[in-house]
């Protein structure tokens, strides 16, 4: 048989019809109570005919907490079975709300109607008020809040879904190598939960819709809803390229999908982690497995921030300023850089900490220096996969 009808005859899975993936494992990565919670989730693909690279991404589908679906329809003040019918057929509230709808978030639009439907004098002065005060007010909040903003309106269910936003799949960089973890894909999710305050008004704990879905609902012996998101722009380099890997917190999961990759396929490229962790004893992401490969010299040199265990905090970007002459040395032999991780500041700390490494030791001037990091973007060698 030709390769052609060979891949035709592949299943093509898509976010409109993912691949019912089995959970093998679902265990706590970090320490039971701290505030920082992350899981390792192992799920069965054997025989989804998926074929992933180590960078690549797999995009998992939620379903809504049945918690807040049960208080959105006793607000609503209509039974869970109202049948609601669209272009694409009909289905009670509850499975709406369930599969079909962003919930666990603001929604733009449900904002806008209060304002300028409704005359909501609080939603009016969060739209026009500054951007940042809205994000933070946003923050943790759900569609429930802001039906809670106006106590008297009780919406059609029609009217109020149509101000929601379809329900989205959620993107998780995989953790696993191909060729070592065969017949399966690893995730590390973190688990994004916004406890119940004063300042909440109605003591209801909230929590982000996949992330909370992978912690609290979904077991071993669960199917969860998958497919893949090939990063072509975030692949390893030839076996003999050295690397330079920079991802703290839930960052680490592509890098250990590379360094286990490298090790199975025995890379003579040398391999720098750069890792960050709020405490070693509860937030170090895979310790006992990256301490492993450091000791069995797949990974030549570890490097881990310990941001809360001092008085001043110390971030990744710090650590790299240590060691800025070893870096400018790997990275003017050819080495290939990633970052995987916070986008809002991390990845630009991290930019900063390059371009001075490159000032000072490349004896380079600010506007040359960004040029270079431009330039090791350019040709492939400073790669990014940040969220």
């Not at 505030?35 to 799920?43: G, I, M, S």
């Not at 693909?45 to 807040?68: F, K």
């Not at 400018?328 to 930019?351: E, I, Q």
Request: a negative charge; hydrophobic letters at 35%; aromatic letters at 6%.
């Amino acid at each position: 048989m030709s390769e052609d009808k060979r891949a035709a005859r592949k299943p093509r899975w898509s976010r409109r019809n993912p691949y019912e993936a089995t959970v093998v494992e679902n265990t706590l990565l970090t320490t039971p109570g701290t505030d920082k919670e992350v899981r390792h989730l192992v799920l069965d693909i054997a025989d989804s005919g998926i074929d992933y690279e180590p960078g690549d991404a797999v995009n998992v589908m939620p379903t809504n907490d049945p918690t807040l679906v049960a208080a959105i329809i006793e607000r609503l003040g209509v039974p869970a079975d109202t049948e609601i019918t669209d272009r694409k057929g009909s289905q009670s509230l509850e499975n709406a709300l369930t599969h079909g709808f962003e919930i666990t978030s603001v929604s733009q639009y449900l904002l806008a109607h209060l304002a300028e439907a409704r005359g909501n004098a609080r939603a009016q002065e969060l739209l026009a008020g500054d951007k940042d005060v809205l994000e933070q007010w946003s923050r943790g909040r759900d569609v429930l809040d802001l039906l809670n903003l106006e106590p008297e309106w009780q919406p059609t269910p029609e009217a109020f879904l149509a101000e929601l936003k379809p329900l989205a799949a959620r993107t998780y960089s995989i953790s696993s190598a191909p060729d070592v973890h065969q017949g399966t894909v690893h995730l590390t999710p973190a688990t994004v939960r916004h406890f119940a305050t004063d300042d909440w008004g109605d003591g209801r704990d909230r929590g982000g819709a996949a992330s909370t879905y992978l912690a609290d609902r979904v077991v071993p012996g669960d199917t969860v809803g998958i497919d893949l998101t090939p990063n072509k722009s975030f692949r390893l380099p030839e076996p003999d390229t050295d690397i330079i890997m920079i991802g703290p917190g839930t960052g680490i999961a592509p890098f250990r999908s590379f360094l286990h990759q490298r090790s199975v396929q025995g890379a003579t490229g040398r391999n720098w982690l750069f890792h960050g962790a709020r405490h070693r004893d509860h937030d170090f992401l895979y310790r006992d497995e990256i301490v492993n490969l450091h000791e069995d010299g797949v990974l030549d040199r570890l490097d881990v921030a310990f941001s809360r265990e001092q008085e001043e905090k110390v971030y990744v970007q710090h650590l790299m300023d240590g060691h800025g002459e070893d870096i400018y040395h790997w990275l003017r032999d050819g080495a290939v850089l990633y970052v995987c991780g916070d986008a809002d500041a991390m990845a630009k700390d991290v930019d900063d900490a390059i371009v001075a490494i490159l000032q000072q030791y490349g004896d380079l001037d600010d506007e040359a220096a960004r040029a270079e990091v431009e330039n090791l973007r350019e040709t492939g060698r400073y790669k990014r996969d940040v969220y």
